[in-house]
Every structure is written in C-alpha cells, then in structure tokens.
C-alpha cells in the first residue's frame, strides 16, 4: 500500500525532553517536507529534503532538526530549545508538481 | 515567509447550496494545490492546477488557476454533508520546495 506514515500519533513530552517524529514514504519521491500546524492556522514550513544527505531550512527551523540519511525516511527531532512545542506536525513528500501528506502527529508539551 | 489570503474563513451553508472560496497573492506562483482537512487527519490533495488560465474539475469541485498566477479559487457545487472540513489552498513557486499555504476556510454544513 503506497502512501506516507508517520508515528506515533500522540506524544507527550515533558519540557525540557527532546522528541524524534518518525516519517516514512514508499512513494519514491525524492523531496520530504515537515509542517507545523496550529489551531486555526495555515501549514508552515519547518525543514525540507530535496534529495538524501542534503536538506534546508524552512520559516520556522529554530529549535528544530533533522536528518535524510535514507530516501524513504526524514525524522523530525523537536528540541528542548523549540518554545512552543505544542502543535500538529504533517510530514509530506512529493515532486515539483505536487506534495502528499501523511497523517500527522500531535506533539502536546506537559 | 508569507502566507497567501484565503477567504471566506469559515463558511455556514445549508446542504445543497453551491459554495466558493478563493486565495490571493502577493507573489506569483507556478503551481496552485487545494486540499482538504478533516479533524486530526493530513490534507488530501483535491485539485492540482499548473498553468495560468486553467480550470479543471474533480467531481463537484471546480478550481481554476487565475491569469495574473497570484490567485486562485475553488467552487464546490451541490454541496453534501461529507463536504465538510477545512479547505485550504497552497502554491509552489517552483522546483521542489515548500509550499505556502492560506489559513483554509472552514465548511461547516447545516442539513
């Protein structure tokens, strides 16, 4: 079944703990993206892969990183120095054309 | 970085009615993308629109790509109540790099 997943679908985190957010596709897309959403808001841009090995910073990297060591797989690592941590993450990937999103998963900060 | 203005920001219908919603920009774009959102899920893409002018539909959705590449809109017709959810729009500058999106417009419908 083709498609993006991601996990886990909750997590908590007590603050001052950093955090991995897995995604993984088996679209063969070259390119890999991670959003952060609040409520009421729009989708913004935390870091990018456009091919492995290689990535770039998004609008709002700070506290943020990440790693493209495989094609199919682009972790998320939210650390202790991200503020405001609370939020709904979606991973994407996808082409010049077109992106496609996985499930999400919902990082809430105790 | 920039968000693009998508309105309206929330939408009360009654099933059947015909709706539309549309996004504008400050900056060009190269591709146009309209997903949806449902509570707790990922965007689904709906349409995807590549050149100026263009106007494809998707079932009941219509989107079209507007001639100056700064905006687009999406009309959905004889709305049903899986319709609802949040709608946003997303453009793509070029290359493979992020896209921008609007802060969606949320559809609720009243049977």
């Known amino acids: 079944d083709g498609g993006i997943t991601q996990s886990p679908k909750y997590l908590f985190r007590k603050e001052g703990q950093n955090v991995t957010l897995s995604c993984e596709q088996n679209l063969n897309h070259d390119a890999m993206y991670w959003y952060r959403q609040d409520p009421g808001q729009g989708l913004r841009l935390i870091y990018y892969s456009q091919i492995v090995n290689d990535f770039q910073k998004g609008d709002i990297a700070e506290g943020y990183s990440v790693s493209r060591e495989k094609k199919e797989s682009f972790p998320l690592t939210v650390t202790s120095a991200q503020k405001n941590p609370t939020a709904f993450y979606l991973c994407?990937?996808?082409?010049?054309?077109?992106?496609?999103f996985g499930p999400g998963t919902r990082l809430t900060v105790l | 970085g920039q968000q693009l203005n998508q309105s309206p920001q929330s939408m009360f219908i009654q099933e059947g009615e015909d709706v539309s919603m549309n996004c504008t920009s400050s900056s060009i774009f190269n591709t146009w993308l309209w997903y949806k959102q449902e509570p707790g899920e990922g965007p689904v893409l709906l349409i995807a629109?590549?050149?100026?002018?263009e106007l494809t539909s998707n079932g009941r959705l219509t989107a079209q790509f507007g001639i100056t590449r700064k905006d687009s809109f999406l009309n959905i017709s004889a709305s049903i109540p899986s319709d609802v959810g949040i709608y946003f729009c997303a453009g793509l500058g070029g290359g493979a790099d992020g896209l921008t999106f609007g802060k969606g417009t949320h559809l609720i419908i009243q049977p």
């Open positions: 994407a990937s996808g082409t010049s054309r077109t992106q496609y």
């Open positions: 629109l590549y050149k100026a002018g």
